[in-house]
């Protein structure tokens, strides 16, 4: 009896804490293309896969370079072994970046982490949008993510950056 409660309110517990780091409206990928999708066939290769650690770029060939009324000045689909990783809304402009402030507070609600030039909504081990602006250089992305897919690309990254090393001693 005793150990059934003890895994009720563990049970609890964790569904509860979910629900705090949850966002909501979390995505699942990024127009059409979901996390883990290869990419589409209106999707073209613009920065070959880096062999050591599986990670290439791609852009659509007819992309609508806007949401709402913020303007991209570049969208750059990443993909790890050809699984959707994360997509980089590159944007001009501090009114952009009120725009898209805006656009993601009303979307994922409040953020989980917030400085002075940067936003993040994030699941623990599931999805994160970042917005970042640089106020200087007038400069910003935003950077919805699939945290499972980054993490084994950046596993990778690190391995493969050992083993060089390792060779090299």
């Not at 659509?60 to 991209?72: C, D, H, P, T, Y």
């Not at 917005?131 to 499972?148: A, I, N, Q, S, W």
Request: proline content about 4%; some cysteine; overall charge neutral.
């Amino acid at each position: 009896m005793r150990k059934i409660a003890v895994v009720a309110i563990l049970v609890v517990a964790l569904v509860s804490w979910g629900m705090v780091f949850a966002f909501q409206n979390e995505p699942r990928g990024f127009r059409g293309v979901k996390w883990g999708d290869p990419p589409t066939e209106d999707i073209v290769i613009t920065r070959r896969p880096c062999e050591k650690y599986g990670r290439s770029e791609y852009k659509r060939i007819e992309e609508k370079m806007s949401l709402g009324n913020a303007e991209f000045t570049e969208i750059v689909y990443a993909f790890h072994y050809d699984q959707f990783m994360a997509v980089f809304l590159h944007f001009d402009g501090e009114s952009n970046y009120q725009v898209l402030e805006t656009i993601c507070r009303n979307k994922f609600g409040e953020p989980t982490q917030e400085r002075y030039d940067q936003f993040l909504w994030m699941t623990v081990g599931k999805v994160a949008v970042m917005l970042d602006y640089d106020f200087l250089k007038e400069k910003g992305t935003v950077v919805p993510t699939d945290m499972g897919l980054l993490t084994k690309s950046e596993l990778a990254r690190k391995n493969q950056e050992s083993k060089d090393a390792k060779r090299d001693w």
